[in-house]
């Protein structure tokens, strides 16, 4: 395929020579033309722009990366076998995408579903497809971006379950509500493929290769199933269009909320009042990550009519509830259902309210709030994350103590950090958590010297400040109470309603990456520093982006493990860097 595009030089032709910084600016400011078009919805436009950019050499080369080096998971294989390509063959795989409007199977593969006995199917593309996939992908997003409602978090760039969290805690700020809390049983397996086809409002070869992949069928031990509804888990695009195929059911609820005559007390005319449309809208709570989703209302009858039109909404694209994941609680009251529980479970929270005395009321407007709202990790994440520690203690019975600090320290910075967006330590659950895992630590010393006072000398030592500590002379153990966490929503970086990345104010983008809570702190600081900049290419991280850890002077060239020494850069960029370190050493 000749390129016919002059967006990136010839030197293309070596994989390594690329110029990231070009591409990505290049396809960048077509997808910012085509979130802006989109917005004002001028549908030409927007077609025009996606041509453009499925046709350009820089999209191709940028889908390419994105799924052989960007990706964590680029080394699952395929039906053909493919784990993962040398750079000649990812820069030919670049020359010859295109919509042919066809597909290979997927493959099947069965992973278990957390803290769960049943599993998950995936469908595992080829290499190819998924390339393929990750172009169109470059091209649809930015028009749906545009579209998307604002409470919709789940697969979204820039947007997280702490934003969804967020949102919740501010729609229980002021008062009490009744809460829909549901899931969408097989979501991805039983969406309509035509409803999602004439939604997606795409024609020629894109609509028909959108619709190879979703009949391409799989295999699942080397037999053949059709699929005839449903996207395929696995698949590079399969997440955005299981969003598309989800948007519009906010804007139904609240066309229901805006026809039921609600009333507040005016304490001026000492009367009851009407609400405007805007505060009826806004006394509704919809909150959804991808196929999940809570709804909240003070009103019971509220509740329950949503969950009548939710269900009828969902039938005509051919999903369903799933009843044993479907109830209607109160975030306050214990005694209003049978089981006599309060508050709800949603993405690994706990979300409960709890009445307080009157000297730890707080106003809200006019009037006093006799609750506090608390957000904590359920009991069933509680007990998977200490059978985790457990089970990894238990793996490493006769091995040397580094080595055991060295699996521990990921389990508990990543469970902490998700809990970062709570009230965890504030409520002691953290050192529940950390006197837990030292009961573990302390019987599994004691195994190996005897007694626990030789084993307390030798495996457990004073650290700076902080007495007994976990320590070996290459590794140090963390504690959950090292991550500070809080729920207050004035603290957290909320994504705002209607800001998407392809919105171009990477000022705001970058300033809410580093107060990420999945960002670690050290790499937040050096984030702050670089003012949301790779200091290799100069361009800014976008919420897609892997971001590594590089050492200026490299470790081998005696370079110090210091912040002056240390810098973020693009896994691809970090990949040229470390190249050009070995070759000037080499010449050396």
């Not at 009103?299 to 939710?310: A, L, P, R, S």
């Not at 359920?378 to 007990?383: G, H, I, S």
């Not at 084993?455 to 902080?466: E, I």
């Not at 900049?533 to 490299?554: A, L, R, S």
Request: glycine share 6%.
């Amino acid at each position: 395929m000749s390129n016919s595009h002059s967006e990136i030089k010839p030197n293309s032709e070596e994989w390594r020579n690329i110029d990231w910084r070009k591409v990505e600016r290049y396809v960048f400011r077509l997808q910012k033309r085509i979130y802006a078009a989109s917005r004002d919805g001028d549908v030409k436009k927007v077609r025009q722009f996606q041509r453009t950019l499925m046709r350009s050499w820089s999209s191709r080369v940028l889908a390419v990366r994105r799924v052989t080096q960007d990706n964590q998971g680029k080394k699952t294989a395929e039906v053909d076998g493919v784990k993962s390509l040398s750079p000649e063959a990812r820069l030919h795989l670049a020359g010859r995408l295109q919509m042919t409007g066809k597909a290979k199977p997927t493959k099947r593969v069965w992973i278990p579903k957390r803290n769960q006995k049943e599993k998950r199917p995936l469908g595992i593309p080829t290499m190819y497809d998924r390339a393929a996939q990750a172009l169109v992908k470059l091209a649809l997003e930015p028009e749906w971006e545009a579209k998307f409602e604002p409470n919709s978090y789940g697969f979204r760039p820039g947007r997280s379950c702490h934003d969804a969290m967020c949102q919740i805690k501010n729609h229980l700020k002021h008062e009490a509500k009744y809460v829909l809390d549901a899931d969408i049983a097989k979501c991805f397996d039983k969406i309509d493929h035509q409803k999602l086809l004439n939604k997606l409002g795409m024609k020629g070869k894109v609509k028909h290769q959108i619709k190879a992949w979703l009949k391409s069928g799989v295999l699942d031990n080397r037999k053949f199933h059709e699929t005839i509804e449903g996207t395929p888990q696995g698949g590079v695009i399969s997440p955005l269009l299981a969003n598309i195929a989800l948007h519009g059911l906010e804007e139904r609820l609240n066309e229901y909320i805006k026809t039921v005559p609600l009333k507040d007390w005016n304490q001026t005319q000492n009367k009851w009042l009407v609400k405007s449309k805007e505060r009826r809208i806004s006394s509704l709570g919809f909150i959804r990550y991808a196929d999940d989703f809570v709804v909240l209302h003070k009103e019971k009858f509220v509740i329950e009519k949503c969950q009548e039109i939710i269900i009828e909404w969902l039938s005509d694209i051919g999903l369903e509830l799933k009843p044993e994941k479907t109830s209607i609680s109160h975030s306050l009251e214990t005694n209003l259902f049978s089981n006599g529980k309060a508050g709800f479970d949603f993405l690994g929270y706990h979300v409960q309210q709890y009445k307080v005395g009157k000297h730890h009321q707080h106003k809200a407007g006019n009037k006093k709030v006799e609750f506090k709202t608390y957000l904590t990790p359920t009991q069933d994440n509680l007990k998977a994350h200490q059978e985790k520690i457990k089970s990894i203690i238990l793996k490493h019975e006769s091995s040397p103590q580094s080595v055991l600090i060295k699996e521990l320290n990921p389990v508990i910075i990543g469970w902490s950090r998700y809990y970062s967006f709570s009230d965890a330590q504030t409520l002691g659950i953290f050192k529940g958590q950390d006197n837990l895992t030292y009961l573990k630590l302390r019987r599994w010393a004691k195994k190996r010297c005897k007694t626990i006072g030789k084993a307390s000398r030798k495996y457990w030592k004073r650290d700076g400040t902080r007495n007994w500590v976990f320590i070996s002379n290459e590794a140090k153990l963390f504690f959950h109470v090292d991550f500070e966490t809080t729920s207050n929503p004035l603290v957290y970086n909320k994504v705002k309603g209607d800001k998407s990345p392809y919105d171009g104010d990477w000022a705001y983008w970058s300033a809410k990456l580093g107060k990420n809570p999945n960002v670690p702190q050290r790499l937040a600081k050096i984030l702050k520093y670089q003012k949301g900049k790779c200091n290799h290419c100069g361009h800014y991280f976008y919420d897609e982006d892997v971001i590594e850890i590089d050492h200026i002077t490299p470790k081998s060239q005696g370079g110090k493990d210091e912040y002056k020494n240390l810098q973020a850069l693009h896994r691809h960029c970090h990949h040229q860097k470390t190249r050009l370190d070995k070759q000037s050493c080499q010449e050396v």
